[in-house]
């Protein structure tokens, strides 16, 4: 045990930062450093800040909790500040770790210099926790670098989240962002990510009718979750002359569907039946007219038979 923080020697303070390593005492010597008091913070800041990152996150963690725990929040954004970057993928991984426990430490000390310091570090290489710390400010200036880590796979529901917070931002940003208005691009294989995360964050925000003609096209859209959310979209907002139409074109693009899509798209078809059963009808017709045959594995004709019921099920026995 170590006594009063004046009566610690510097050599035990060391010998305690160096037991941050230990799978065994590595917690209760930082329980120990925190008990010691703002006489440490030095000690922790150079074991964090100065000391080369390694491939387990879990002692430098621990570093960062006794620096939060102390209020030594200059420390933490000092750290970020130094924007490391390992080159070894498993100690970058690690330290990613490391600048997430920062940043959510930081979410007890807001202020205007420290939204700064989380958005460049962010922008240098986004981690969970400092998106997470980000969006508890509520500010458009995060907007977005959100909407750019909605194709990562790692950050996009923390992004997701935060752009929720300020829904009016969000909504302004997305209707510009699907128009080909910002530096973000929608296209390309990583960027499908972004379109199609926005569409489905519109869903949740809602458009104007006169917004509905920049997102029309994406009823053609290759992405189905996309064509999806467009659809949802244009049900709920678009001229109600639009109605059959886009629930012809969402029909249409079934074939493909995976089991999910399928799904959300009889669920979202069974709202509308009189129309869906129309398009159902005329989609149907023009398949027959080139002599087509029924597949009923497809998820297009599991639609149709779904929509069209006992009017299918006959051609169906037939078939069979």
Known sequence: MTGPAHDVSDETIAQLIAALDSLVDGDRAAEQLISLGQRVIPFVERFL?????????????????????????SSLLHYLQENVRPGDAAVLFAEDAVRSAAARELMR?????????????????????????????????????????????????????????????????????????????????????????????????????????????????????????????????????????????????????????????????DAWPLLARQAAREIRAQHETRGERPEWLSPFWRILLHILGSEMKEKKSGAA
């Open 109 to 269: 000390y807001e202020s205007p210099a420290t939204f700064r310091v989380l958005l460049d570090a962010a922008e240098h290489r986004p981690t969970s926790g400092l998106v997470q710390a980000l969006s508890q400010y509520c500010w458009p200036e995060s907007v977005p670098l959100l909407f750019n880590l909605l194709e990562d796979d790692l950050c996009r529901e923390d992004a997701k989240e935060g752009l929720r917070k300020v829904p009016e931002a969000a909504r302004a940003y997305a209707i510009l962002l699907l128009r080909g208005l910002t530096h973000l691009s929608i296209h390309g294989s990583n960027a499908s990510r972004r379109k199609r995360a926005t569409l489905q964050l519109l869903v949740e925000f809602g458009i104007s009718m006169n917004e509905w003609p920049d997102l029309r096209g994406f009823l053609q859209d290759e992405d189905r979750d996309a064509v999806i959310a467009a659809a949802t979209l244009g049900l709920q907002f678009a001229p109600s002359a639009e109605r059959l139409a886009i629930i012809t074109a969402l029909i249409e693009s079934s074939v493909d569907m995976n089991w999910a899509q399928e799904t959300e798209t009889l669920e979202l078809l």
């Open 49 to 73: 800040v100065a000391s080369r990152p390694r491939s387990i996150s879990v002692p430098r963690c621990r570093a960062v909790r006794i620096l939060g725990a102390l209020g030594a929040y």
